[in-house]
């Protein structure tokens, strides 16, 4: 089977059911013998009121719905529509105008009708170039942590400020000079606070993941929970650097990605750039072709948070027994679709997912002693426990239940 990683979130979605659909799965939790609608975009699936795939905007990032990219309008639809299934720059104006309406009567500043729609204008103006600025940063910058953070917030703040800072002055009765230095002021102050604001979160939450705080990267392992010296890090790094450029690397390369397509018997991208038994510089590699990260811990596999994604699998489990071959790349696959389709990816909730999933291949093949050490691994981690339903993983696509 040739591997092709080039396929639209609809064609995806599209292929998704036709497999579960072949394969006989039948009822809600698959996906399949459901009356999908086609809503242009995106496929939308009426029973759990979400979309197969993800928007590609956060229309509207000081709302928290808009981190919620599979719901239709906000969790609205009675208020909203959204026939593409992408944009939705009519829930930003909404919001915008809303809040802007509401704090200038708190102000005393709406005194009549037409001080109140010049007051929901210039607040939805705002709420739509705020979104639209803050996603083009963010996607200009291409990094995460606080650089990203403080990007996206101060786009967005300096846009939503200027508009409104000159639009208020004006309806407050000022002169044109005034609301130009009052929008001047107010761009100015937004992008210091949005830049403040945006990067602290986005920092801190990449720092909680285990990420750069500054900006963003870094890498979900797989650790295996045995620890080699420390001390060796030296010696194992220069076999990675031997492996890295040895002739063994694209032969072991192009087998893993055929077995990748062959086992999971799907086509795909979620963001992922290639597979690889490639070694970074912040692993080492055993003799017998185990990852060894900084801290001396074994790691069969790792995936990387940032765009292009790549996955890597460590030689060993690269060409070990099905079992072993199937727990180690799903494990990482999980990651993969984690971070690719859920904004606001918090690694616990993913490594909970993942554990549970590597527990059931060795334990549905009779490798019991395997599965309780991953359990306790689980446990001693903190990742055993409930997660939120968007952590789930679509079963029949990726045969990863």
Not at 40 to 63: C, H, K, M, T, W
Not at 286 to 307: H, K, Q, R, W
Request: net charge negative; proline share 3%; aromatic share 18%.
């Amino acid at each position: 089977m040739t591997p092709t990683w080039t396929y639209s979130s609809v064609e995806i979605s599209v292929r998704y059911v036709r497999y579960a659909e072949t394969r006989g799965f039948t009822g809600h939790e698959h996906y399949a013998g459901l009356k999908v609608i086609n809503m242009n975009g995106r496929l939308y699936d009426p029973v759990i009121a979400r979309f197969f795939s993800p928007d590609n905007f956060v229309q509207a990032p000081e709302f928290t719905q808009s981190y919620n990219r599979y719901s239709y309008c906000l969790n609205n639809p009675l208020q909203y529509t959204d026939p593409s299934g992408e944009s939705f720059l009519a829930a930003a104006f909404a919001i915008g105008a809303l809040t802007n309406v509401f704090f200038q009567m708190i102000s005393g500043n709406i005194n009549s009708a037409g001080d109140f729609l010049l007051s929901a204008g210039f607040g939805g103006l705002a709420g739509m170039v705020e979104t639209a600025a803050g996603s083009a940063a963010a996607g200009a910058v291409g990094v995460g942590g606080f650089l990203g953070g403080a990007a996206s917030g101060a786009a967005s703040g300096a846009a939503a400020g200027t508009i409104t800072g000159f639009g208020n002055s004006l309806i407050a009765g000022n002169n044109l000079n005034t609301a130009i230095y009052q929008g001047f002021l107010g761009g100015f102050m937004g992008a210091l606070g949005g830049g403040l604001m945006g990067g602290l979160v986005q920092g801190i939450s990449d720092y909680r993941n285990g990420f750069n705080f500054w900006n963003g990267y870094g890498f979900v392992e797989h650790e295996l929970g045995i620890y080699v010296s420390k001390e060796d890090f030296g010696y194992y790094r220069r076999l990675a650097e031997s492996y890295n450029s040895s002739s063994y690397l694209s032969g072991n390369d192009e087998n893993l990605r055929n077995r990748v397509c062959d086992m999971f018997d799907v086509d795909f991208d979620w963001g992922i750039s290639k597979f690889t038994t490639y070694v970074d510089k912040k692993y080492g590699l055993t003799p017998n072709g185990i990852y060894v990260n900084e801290n001396g811990g074994l790691v069969s596999g790792y995936t990387s948070n940032y765009l292009p994604r790549e996955v890597h699998i460590s030689q060993y489990y690269a060409s070990a027994s099905n079992m072993e071959f199937m727990e180690c790349v799903g494990h990482e696959l999980i990651h993969a679709y984690h971070l690719y389709t859920i904004p606001s990816f918090y690694r616990p909730y993913s490594e909970r997912v993942a554990y549970q999933y590597s527990y059931n291949v060795y334990w549905r093949n009779g490798c019991y002693a395997k599965a309780m050490w991953l359990m306790y691994l689980e446990s001693q981690k903190g990742y055993f426990g409930w997660y939120p339903f968007q952590y789930r993983i679509p079963s029949p696509f990726v045969h990863l239940n």
